[in-house]
């Protein structure tokens, strides 16, 4: 720092135009620095800028272009000529830091530090700085002032944050994902530089991971910048004996240089490599020994541009000898020694004595092979040309406000006078043009412009060359979003498959299973878990299996929901075809029976014992068997509610009329004894008929109070099955029927032990014997029904109800009927009365 009074100066290596209206710039026209040793007991020497970047000078005459092009063009700043202050930050932070604060002193080569202390006026905004490190100091400063800095080249996502850089925007987007989720590349190596610029890339592309879900990293190294070789060896024996295939590398050239040759050492294939901006063009890693690792190599570019009239521009430069030009600088004049391998008198020391050259100014640049004039692959460049038309068109609004509506306190204007960076500051968060090249321009709310670059494809030649192919674009639309689109086509592989790697920590577990996170392992390792019976999962990874509505059950993959079986005692299967069967057989027997009985009804046999009896229960007969056909088919509410009816009102009816004919039998026998015949009297047709009624009316009265009380329904039952739902009529009320098969029992009992005590009268009058026999058989079915029904699921034990009332039906129908037909219709000599009443006389 210089004593009082003095103005202490920064040797800055720049480029200066005067104008109504100045902008800066920070470039890197030399790519490294050497700084002398501070021995603290004299006055620092200046460092030195070393090793010239021609495609850094391009960049900054590609400002200086636009401005020179902005200045001719009448529809923008009419009547004011723009100026510039560039200056080249050397490679060094510690420079381009400088710089910046000389751009907002408003000196030239000068840092203000009193008063008296001349320069020219401050710049308004700031194209630059290059790398996002040097970017974050210098925002960090200048934010205070709310000095805009448009960055060409920085995309650290840490300088989207609006607090903390204020005045920071850029016309590059900040670094994304997207080639990783287009190829479904989950298991990913992560390499990044030692500074800001990778270590927030890091931080950035983490937290995307975890967000999207998708991906976790297999590691994350950090390269060194001093070129450590057991470090480096260390970190490619890694990505060497790493299942992942993809590797990440967010660092600059000098890094990858120093991988590569140790990845050359190792000699690591097989993998590929996702490159950021920062080196997806670079030249000298374009080159036979790297590229066999290398080629197909997939890379983020800053969006390609046309720049019409920068060629002409180029070819114009000329050195400034005699300091008067408009350059008024030394940076040509580096430019024009390096590339003509010249000097400009007077040369170095023994310059001339080893064979040097001597520059004149007058060569000619388009004679000369330089990669300067070829403007094919115009990136950087074209995000300069835009930088400075976004500050260029918020101060043309600045210009056009209307006094009395602008932005500002009272609605007042800015002035070119009082104007002051803060004020376009606000001009500039609001500006949307469209570029030559069809490209618009804006920012959003974070100064970030609207993310569009390209994706770039390594590809070596079969005969050596080499290309850098554009393969796709990734461009962010309102409706859409970022979108990634690729020419798969023209993607050059570097593997024998020619097809995308796989990289993937475990594989996508299929639908019908789901994912379990692997203990202690990152996220994106898993095993695949079949999902259980019931539950399903219908996508791709998923994360869990979600359980099937109630009617639904999983198929054999547990990939998707299907109806559940429905099973119930249905017609068209083989049990239900042969109940049915048996059921008709039955009353088709009935039928048979009743019509031998009605047309023999004039023959002894059907008259004895009470012919009317016989028809009822033959009906009564009938009904049992058709009733059984209620328990068949779909359950459904009414034949829910009607079969256990049907079913007890029938077979108490059935049951009534054998216990009646079994009464029967006893008066008639107790009629033929001396002074019985009051017997018959009291228990005639009437009585007969009546006690039939009564009985019957009796189990209809129960039916009819377990239906309204607690009415049968039909019911899908899940319990037997997890796959099947059982069509089931639950019977509402277990007492109600209960009370009905109790009743039916109590009947049969009575009938069985009336016919019992009845089975030795003689043969003319008895029937007893086969009514005991009967009733034996209805005792027995409808005893093992109980334990069977109990235990039988779902529609067998409709089944076991339909058989007990069929082998029930049939046991009466053959046990009291079976003899009488056998009588008449093969024996019908016996089928008279004097037959009947000539066995009673050889019996007396």
């Known amino acids: 720092v210089g004593a009082k009074g003095i103005c202490q100066k920064f040797h800055l290596n720049g480029m200066h135009k005067p104008g109504d209206v100045v902008l800066g710039g920070l470039f890197e026209v030399h790519y490294t620095s050497v700084f002398p040793e501070w ?16 495609l850094g000078f391009r960049h900054a005459m590609t400002m200086a272009f636009a401005i020179d092009e902005i200045n001719k063009n009448s529809n923008l700043l009419p009547n004011l000529t723009l100026g510039y202050s560039l200056y080249d930050n050397c490679g060094a932070l510690i420079i381009g830091f400088s710089g910046a604060l000389s751009l907002a002193s408003g000196q030239v080569d000068q840092f203000l530090l009193q008063d008296n202390c001349l320069g020219t006026p401050p710049v308004l905004g700031i194209v630059g700085d290059h790398y996002s490190t040097f970017s974050i100091a210098i925002s960090n400063v200048l934010g205070l002032y709310k000095i805009p800095t448009v960055s060409y080249f920085a995309t650290c996502s840490c300088l989207s944050d609006r607090q903390r850089f204020p005045s920071f925007f850029r016309t590059i987007p900040s670094d994304a994902f997207q080639i990783l989720k287009h190829f479904g590349w989950t298991w990913v190596g992560l390499l990044v530089s030692d500074d800001d610029y990778g270590l927030h890339v890091a931080q950035s592309l983490q937290s995307d991971l975890a967000q999207s879900g998708g991906g976790c990293l297999a590691y994350l190294e950090v390269l060194p910048w001093d070129s450590d070789p057991s470090e480096l060896k260390r970190i490619v024996y890694l990505i060497k004996t790493s299942t992942a295939r993809v590797v990440i590398v967010f660092a600059h050239e000098i890094h990858m240089i120093q991988l590569m040759e140790e990845v050359v050492r190792q000699n690591v294939t097989g993998l590929q490599w996702i490159a950021s901006e920062a080196w997806t063009s670079a030249a000298v890693l374009q080159t036979p020994r790297f590229m066999p690792y290398l080629s197909g190599t997939l890379g983020i570019a800053i969006r390609r541009g046309e720049i019409p009239g920068l060629r002409a521009f180029l070819l114009q430069i000329r050195p400034d000898l005699h300091h008067n030009n408009s350059y008024g600088n030394s940076m040509v004049r580096q430019f024009w020694e390096y590339t003509f391998q010249c000097r400009f008198a007077p040369p170095p020391a023994g310059w001339i004595e080893v064979g040097g050259k001597s520059c004149t100014g007058d060569e000619d640049i388009g004679n000369v092979e330089t990669e300067f004039l070829d403007l094919s692959n115009l990136r950087p460049e074209y995000n300069v040309y835009k930088a400075v038309y976004a500050l260029v068109y918020a101060l043309d ?86 979108e990634l689109t690729l020419d798969e086509d023209k993607i050059f592989w570097n593997f024998e498959s020619k097809e995308p790697p796989r990289s993937v920590c475990s594989e996508s577990c299929p639908p ?12 994106c390792c898993f095993d695949c878990i079949p999902c259980s019976e019931g539950k399903i999962s219908n996508s791709t990874d998923s994360m869990k299996c979600t359980s099937c509505p109630e009617d639904f059950w999983s198929s054999p993959q547990r990939d998707y929901c299907v109806p559940k079986k429905t099973e119930f005692l249905s017609y068209h299967e083989p049990l239900g075809i042969c109940l049915t069967t048996t059921s ?138 997890n796959d099947k739902i059982v069509y089931e009529c639950v019977v509402g009320s277990t007492i109600g029927f209960a009370v009905l098969l109790g009743y039916i029992g109590f009947l049969a009992i009575l009938s069985f032990l009336l016919a019992f005590l009845a089975r030795n009268l003689p043969d003319n009058f008895n029937e007893a014997k086969f009514i005991t026999f009967s009733m034996l058989i209805f005792c027995a079915v409808w005893v093992a029904f109980v334990p069977a029904y109990v235990n039988s699921p779902g529609k067998y034990a409709d089944a076991v109800e339909v058989f007990a009332i069929l082998a029930s039906s049939f046991g009466l129908l053959v046990a009291l009927f079976g003899p009488k037909c056998y009588i008449i219709l093969l024996r019908p000599e016996k089928n008279t009365k004097k037959a009947i009443m000539g066995r009673e006389k050889r019996k007396s």
């Open 39 to 54: 021995t603290f007991t004299s006055e620092p020497q200046q460092p030195s800028c070393k090793g010239f970047d021609t």
């Open 397 to 482: 609004n600045i210009l056009q406000c209307e006094p009395g509506r602008g932005p500002f306190s009272e609605h007042s204007c800015a002035t070119l006078k009082t104007l002051e960076p803060w004020q376009l500051l606000h001009y500039l968060q609001k500006v949307n043009f469209t570029t030559p090249f069809g490209d618009q321009v804006s920012f959003d709310e974070n100064g970030d412009a609207s993310p569009i670059y390209d994706i770039m494809n390594w590809l070596w030649l079969p005969d050596g060359r080499i290309k850098v192919q554009n393969v796709g674009e990734v461009k962010k639309s309102v409706f859409k979003g970022e």
């Open 584 to 721: 008709l057989l039955g009353t088709f027997i009935c039928a048979v029976v009743l019509g031998i009985f009605i047309y023999h009804r004039s023959t002894p046999m059907v008259r004895a014992n009470n012919s009317e009896l016989s028809f009822l229960l033959l009906v009564s007969l009938k009904l049992c068997f058709l009733c059984s056909l209620l328990f068949i088919g779909r359950p459904r509410l009414w034949t829910c509610q009607l079969r256990h009816a049907a079913f007890g009102i029938s077979f108490v009816l059935c049951v009534s009329c054998i216990l009646v004919k079994t009464m029967v039998v006893l008066a008639v026998f107790k009629a033929s004894k001396p002074g019985g015949g009051a017997s018959l009297k009291w228990f005639g047709a009437v009585q007969q008929r009546g006690t039939v009624l009564a009985l019957t009316c009796i189990q209809a009265v129960i039916c009819t109070a377990w239906l309204v009380s607690a009415s049968t329904a039909p019911h899908k039952n899940t319990e037997y099955h």
């Open 512 to 523: 019908g299973t789901r994912m379990a996170r692997k203990k202690g392992e990152p996220e």
